[in-house]
């Protein structure tokens, strides 16, 4: 598909999606939007893609493993959190949060890349169990497991976002911005050096692709995204404690991503989308839903390792045979 | 691409759209704690509050409204809670049951004073009532009721010079100990070792280590359940043999039936429980016991009240007005001569604070055994 | 020193534990490139079926354990093979991965769900006295615990060292292409690890929650451990899970003793990340050459 064509169809996917929780009936046309819930729910899937994209980019393209993604998504809310009481406007709290969580990430992946492929995943399991612990012990700067309470949303052009629809259009521009920053990168020759990477790294090194350097520049990058996704995570849900930054979430993303299709553009999004609105669809099955869940993702796993994307790529396949 | 992309988006497209069905019912809303590490906790408040709910329908309701009491899961997580409440007022309830863990109420309870909508909750944390909202309503001591009466009971009852203090680092152990420290702070008697501990934490050994290290005159514990067991258990097996103080919990039926004779000899403050020796409670107890064919903690009984305390706000102003009734309850004392399902006298102050007799006990030959009756605070 | 001594033996009783579940969890990845996500659950799960068969229908203590072993067998080594790791064999690592963590899930709320959302307590083999000698307090559940998971472990080591199976099971852990050269009836080597591991699992399961009471969440814990525990100790060699699961389980007890009780957790992860800069082969494991 061209680059004017794709261009296109991002456009129109995001005026759909700044349409979907609007009230237009004061506008003539009889769609009442969502309600508070539902807002949030919607902004929740934003930034959980964001963050995805970033797992995205260091496992589907650059073919490396993090378990820490959550880690850094709660670098860059309490950064934001804490930030924000003090005074610092959210512009800076957030790109304040990228540039950190990008430092940190090349911090990390520095050393470990001097050993082997795996090892990058055990290295980022450990940090996240660090950050966890270090989340919830120093109570002094991060509140511990009260957390921090009563974040502020933030201020744009003296507007302040406390209706959900509009900071739902914030997260939603932001969001876009950084889909397209990705795309572009991933355009790049930078993006064909990652996924050369993915594919055959030995290959890759032998054709003069310096292999240390594009894999840590794409595992820091995806960091970033987790600090961005987490500067959002913060002022959305208004309240912070150490529990969403653990392990555990730090798998789910790994989860979301493969369930999505690892290594597709739109992976990350419908991977997200599982993950924030299947339990809201289950709800009828309160008890049974995570049971229901988790069979789903195990056949979905064993018939099509290439995710959801994949499995819609499947049966759409066949029409276009040419 | 695109076909991919359209299918792709109607696959997403349902399930945002919550539809709401409230007819003349009364909606009640409980966002508890029926997973993770609140799920004993959550589940008993639940049990007691549809308890009540059912009673209460079957003798006509509240002002000839029937109550609709559905709940919604917070898996213990703050975050969860928090959308769950949002989600419960988008349905214009007339008050909210829970969350039982202290931190999931801290992080819900400006969403409910925002929205004007009681909060009835079983959160024992200090700080939850000092924050202004005129919506949050305890059903059991907060900790700065609790606290200072265990810290008096080390000091006259136990008459310890030094204590050492075992707690979970969680919303609801972290919460204690910081009320604990400073209560024992305040009446000159020493922590000489300040032990925390993992929510599911299996192995105690170097724990109790420290604790025996410390030489304190008394050991504070203040765990969740299976984790007191297994410390009780451990403490025994190494010979700890300073006298063990607890809160609720630790005398509980579920750490004695795990902890078996390690559970013995086990002392402390109970702020409610089935074994007080009270008639009205002692009956409830068995009528819980033969619907749900397990034994209550005092978290059921805690969700037993709240639906009665919401009759009682909305019959004292004849209406069914969530604002009111939050209102209402501020400075009221509720006794059981005029609503039996109070079970016990109780009275809320203007921040949502209870204020109820207590006991202290003693865990004998696997029972707990209420050994005194304390006072409310203003009789 | 009776306090240090107390802890090596709380450690090694533990660690033991952690040896089990880390052995299992080597075989699995030497012999079929599987990494298990759900092998904390592994260990949680076989009490439950022993509690099943006590509590609903009534079988003696002795019989529900050996069905719990069998059971584990059946359903963690062979159903699980065929299931979740045959159709994603060859597949790629990172399914499997994911696949493995979703069974965790679906073990852990089946439990939650279908039998107690509580801890239960479990019925001890071995009588839970406690010995004092020299100042330290020892349980004999917890020597039990000790010997019997040696006992398994060394069954294991002559099982492998020592029978035809044994070495032809090493040799498709080594190079199943070339053990499947040389006539060694590689998948059936393959359904033999996991049967060990499932076996090894329910063992470790019936040992420990005696004393650490059977919940449907143990398995979060316990799965991280042995995995740190298999990393730490040589991910390609089984004596290396042994080490690794013992020295985690003496440094865990260590550290929340000596350092601080609140950043306990992170004293093993410590170790991993030392271990895997400077010496990533693991204590005792082999350097691997990278394949081209």
């Given at each position: ?9 991002g456009?129109?996917?995001?005026a ?15 769609y ?26 260091i496992?589907?393209?650059?073919g ?31 790109i304040?949060s990228g ?7 090349i911090?990390?992946?520095?050393p ?18 660090l ?11 991060t509140?511990?497991?009260m957390?921090?309470?009563d974040i ?27 889909t397209?920053?990705?795309?572009w ?14 594919e ?9 692709v ?5 894999t840590l ?42 369930v ?5 553009f ?15 669809w ?41 | ?23 003349q ?15 004993v906790?959550?589940?008993m ?11 209460i329908?079957a003798k006509?309701?509240i ?17 969860k ?13 007339i ?5 039982v ?11 409910t ?51 050492a ?19 024992l ?8 070792a ?30 969740n ?55 009205a ?9 033969a619907?749900?064919?397990?034994k ?25 007005d ?16 005029q ?23 003693e ?8 050994t005194q ?7 | ?45 076989p ?15 002795p ?11 059946l ?21 499997l ?41 020892v349980?004999?559940a ?20 020592g ?29 033999y ?23 449907f ?8 451990i ?6 730490v100790g ?6 290396g899970?042994i ?35 400077f010496?990533?082969?693991g ?10």
């Amino acid at each position: 598909m061209s680059t004017r064509h794709s261009l296109l169809l991002g456009l129109v996917l995001l005026a759909l999606l700044a349409l979907i929780p609007a009230d237009l009936t004061n506008l003539g046309i009889p769609y009442p939007g969502l309600k508070r819930y539902g807002t949030y729910i919607l902004t929740l899937w934003l930034v959980t893609a964001i963050a995805a994209m970033g797992v995205n980019l260091i496992v589907g393209y650059a073919g490396q493993e993090t378990l820490a993604q959550a880690a850094f998504l709660g670098i860059g809310a309490y950064l934001t959190a804490i930030a924000g009481k003090h005074g610092v406007p959210f512009g800076l709290c957030f790109i304040g949060s990228g540039i950190v969580a990008f430092i940190v990430g090349i911090a990390l992946g520095f050393p470990a890349l001097r050993v082997q492929k795996h090892y990058l995943a055990f290295v980022t399991l450990a940090f996240s169990v660090l950050a966890w612990l270090v989340f919830r012990n120093e109570a002094e700067i991060t509140g511990g497991v009260m957390g921090v309470r009563d974040i502020a949303r933030p201020i744009v052009f003296g507007f302040k976002l406390r209706n959900a629809v509009h900071f739902y259009w914030f997260v939603l521009a932001i969001a876009a911005v950084l889909t397209f920053a990705l795309w572009w990168i991933l355009q790049s020759p930078w993006g064909r050096a990652f996924t050369a990477l993915r594919e055959n790294p030995l290959r890759a090194e032998s054709l003069g692709v310096d292999v240390r350097l594009y894999t840590l520049l794409a595992f820091a990058l995806g960091s970033a995204y987790g600090g961005m996704a987490g500067s959002l995570y913060a002022p959305l849900v208004e309240f912070i404690d150490p529990s969403p930054f653990a392990l555990g979430p730090s798998l789910l993303f790994m989860l979301m991503v493969v369930v999505g299709g690892s290594g597709t553009f739109f992976g990350p999004f419908v991977g997200a989308g599982v993950a924030v609105l299947l339990p809201e669809w289950l709800r009828a099955w309160e008890n049974y839903y995570l049971m229901i869940y988790a069979v789903a993702v195990m056949v979905l796993m064993a018939l099509f390792p290439g995710g959801l994307v994949g499995l819609v790529a499947f049966f759409t396949r066949k029409r276009s045979r040419l | 691409m695109l076909r991919r992309t359209l299918a792709l988006a109607g696959l997403a497209a349902a399930g945002l759209w919550s539809g709401a069905a409230a007819a003349q019912d009364i909606v009640l809303p409980g966002v508890l704690e029926l997973s993770g590490a609140g799920a004993v906790s959550g589940t008993m408040f639940r049990n007691g509050a549809a308890m009540a709910v059912e009673e209460i329908n079957a003798k006509g309701g509240i002002l000839g409204h029937k109550i609709k009491f559905e709940v919604v899961d917070t898996a213990s997580d703050p975050g969860k809670a928090r959308a769950a409440i949002q989600r419960a007022l988008d349905e214009k309830p007339i008050a909210i049951l829970g969350p039982v863990f202290s931190g999931s109420v801290s992080a819900t309870e400006k969403l409910t004073a925002d929205a004007e909508v009681p909060q009835i909750m079983g959160g024992e944390a200090a700080p939850l009532t000092l924050q202004g909202s005129k919506y949050l309503f305890r059903t059991s001591f907060g900790q700065q009721s609790s606290m200072p009466k265990i810290a008096n009971y080390l000091r006259d009852g136990i008459k310890a010079k030094s204590v050492a203090v075992v707690f979970v680092n969680n919303d609801f152990g972290k919460g204690g100990r910081d009320s604990i420290v400073k209560e024992l702070a305040a009446r000159n008697i020493k922590v000489v070792a300040d032990v925390s501990t993992e929510s599911g934490q299996a192995d105690f050994a170097a724990d109790v280590i420290k604790v025996k290290g410390a030489n304190a005159d008394a050991v504070f514990v203040y765990l969740n359940e299976e984790e007191s067991a297994r410390f009780l258990r451990e403490a025994k097996k190494q010979g700890l043999n300073k006298p063990l103080i607890g809160e609720t919990t630790l005398l509980g039926q579920k750490v004695i039936e795990l902890a078996g004779d390690a559970a013995n000899g086990v002392k402390g403050h109970v702020g409610l429980t089935i074994d007080a020796p009270i008639p009205a409670v002692q009956e409830w107890a068995k009528k819980y016991e033969a619907k749900f064919h397990s034994k209550s903690d005092h978290n059921g009984i805690k969700g037993y009240i709240a639906p009665y305390m919401i009759k009682v706000a909305a019959e004292k102003v004849g209406k069914l007005d969530p604002k009111a009734i939050a209102a209402a309850l501020h400075g009221m004392t509720i006794t059981p001569a005029q609503e039996p399902g109070i079970l016990i006298e109780a009275t809320w102050d203007g921040a949502g604070d209870i204020d109820r007799i207590s006991f202290l006990g003693e865990v004998k030959d696997g029972k707990q055994v209420i050994t005194q009756t304390l006072p409310k605070l203003k009789p | 020193m009776t306090d240090l001594l107390q802890l090596l033996i709380a450690g090694l009783a533990t660690g033991a534990i952690y040896a089990l579940a880390a052995i299992g969890f080597t075989l699995l990845w030497q012999t079929s490139q599987t990494i298990n996500f759900a092998q904390g659950e592994f260990v949680m799960l076989p009490a439950f079926f022993a509690l099943i068969a006590m509590n609903w229908f009534h079988i003696p203590l002795p019989i529900a354990l050996v069905l719990a072993v069998l059971a584990s067998m059946l359903l963690l080594g062979a159903v699980f093979r065929y299931a979740v790791v045959g159709p994603l064999l060859g597949r790629g690592v990172l399914p499997l991965v994911i696949s493995t963590l979703a069974l965790s899930v679906l073990m852990k709320e089946s439990v939650k769900e279908f039998v107690s959302a509580q801890a239960e307590s479990f019925p001890t083999l071995v009588p839970d006295l406690v010995i004092h000698f020299a100042g330290l307090s020892v349980s004999i559940a917890q020597l039990g615990m000790l010997v019997i998971s040696l006992a398994a472990i060394g069954l294991l080591q002559w099982f492998l060292g020592g029978t035809r199976t044994g070495r032809q099971m090493q040799a498709t852990a080594q190079n199943p292409t070339v053990a499947r050269i040389l006539g060694v009836p590689v998948e059936r080597m393959i359904l033999y690890t996991f049967l060990i591991n499932a076996a090894l699992a329910a063992i470790a399961s019936i040992l420990i929650s005696p004393i650490y009471l059977a919940k449907f969440s143990n398995g979060e814990t316990l799965g991280l451990i042995a995995f740190v525990a298999a990393i730490v100790g040589g991910f390609n060699q089984v004596r290396g899970a042994i080490a690794g699961g013992l020295l985690v389980g003496v440094l865990d007890n260590l550290a929340a003793a000596y350092v601080s009780t609140a950043y306990r957790q992170a004293i093993p992860l410590i170790l991993l990340v030392l271990i895997i800069l400077f010496r990533p082969q693991g204590l005792l494991g082999r350097k691997e050459e990278r394949a081209v």
